[in-house]
């Protein structure tokens, strides 16, 4: 993956983990265990690949995907915060799709190594530019742990004196073998289906056979998640829903960041936080998202 990415190495920084440059300048952590590598984009505090050793990956990353840091990565698993999707009222609309952490520059503040795992912490604090768009100032901590299961921790805290509300997601592309390979149980009884006027339907069997955007707002602790090459469990943190995506045919066609086959290859399956409501974090606060993914 290092070479696909034309990653070149900067310096080793721990035993598992160095930091790597693209030619545009982006700087990436490349962690090499005996169970298993990853790569994440500080740029966006982005895990761009994840795969054990001697194993397919488990994240699927667009081959037409933009890594000059102008605009978010496609595939892999993009954060978003401090909201999911279009802005919502109370922030204003017509901000950023998604937020802005995902096209934020990161710091790396630590890397952890054990036998079993590596941890890697990064944070964003709010600046000038963020708090033009969202006026709060507040410390964003995002915890990987990689080892044979990944886990990644999404952690908000409230660094003003007034109440911040937030939602946002874990927005993972999952690597499929073909669509109709694809089952997904765990999801609960019923969705807001965003392809049909936010209707509330209820869910039967799942079937990967047309262009999905769908909230599961009553999901279960787990998802499991089978993608004709892997069979993962996704246990699920303080999230609200689990929302479905896949661009199908003509969704891939029209994205200029995304391959045209790309609906054969992936499916996204996103720890999220969606309801209108928010999270509220109270001042001197914190609030964690976090998925853990492991192979079964």
């Known amino acids: 993956m290092s070479s696909l990415l034309n990653l070149e190495t900067v310096r080793q920084l721990t035993e598992t983990t160095s930091l790597a440059r693209n030619s545009a300048g982006i700087e990436f952590l490349v962690v090499n265990r005996p169970q298993s590598e990853a790569i994440i984009s500080l740029f966006g505090a982005h895990l761009l690949h994840f795969a054990p050793r001697n194993s397919t ?22 954060i ?10 109370r922030v204003g609309l017509g901000k950023p799709q998604h937020g802005f952490a995902r096209t934020s520059l990161w710091q790396l503040d630590g890397i952890s190594d054990s036998p079993d795992s590596t941890l890697l912490h990064l944070s964003l604090q709010d600046s000038e530019a963020t708090r033009a768009i969202w006026p709060h100032s507040f410390t964003l901590e995002y915890d990987l742990l990689i080892g044979d299961d990944l886990t990644l921790m999404l952690t908000s805290r409230n660094e003003g004196d007034t109440p911040l ?6 927005h993972s592309y999952f690597t499929i073998a073909a669509p ?18 936010s209707r509330e339907k209820e869910a039967g069997i799942f079937s990967l056979d047309r262009a999905i955007d769908r909230v599961y707002t009553q999901p279960g602790p787990s ?3 089978q993608t004709g090459s892997h069979r993962l469990v996704l246990d699920h943190g303080n999230a609200d829903s689990i929302v479905v995506w896949t661009p199908w045919v003509e969704g891939s066609a029209a994205m200029n960041d995304v391959n045209n086959d790309a609906w054969t290859q992936m499916v996204c399956v996103e720890t999220a936080i969606t309801a209108p409501s928010g999270i509220a974090v109270p001042p001197d606060d914190e609030h964690s998202l976090f998925v853990k993914i492991s192979s079964r």
């Open 80 to 89: 978003c915060w401090p909201w999911f999707g279009p802005s919502p009222e």
């Open 57 to 78: 990956p488990w994240f699927w990353l667009s081959s037409e995907a933009i890594l000059d840091g102008s605009r978010g990565i496609r595939g892999g698993v993009p």
């Open 223 to 225: 998802t499991e998640l």
């Open 165 to 170: 509300v937030y939602s946002g997601a874990l």
């Open 180 to 197: 109709e390979k694809v089952q997904i149980h765990g999801l609960g009884a019923s969705y807001v289906d965003k392809l049909d006027s």
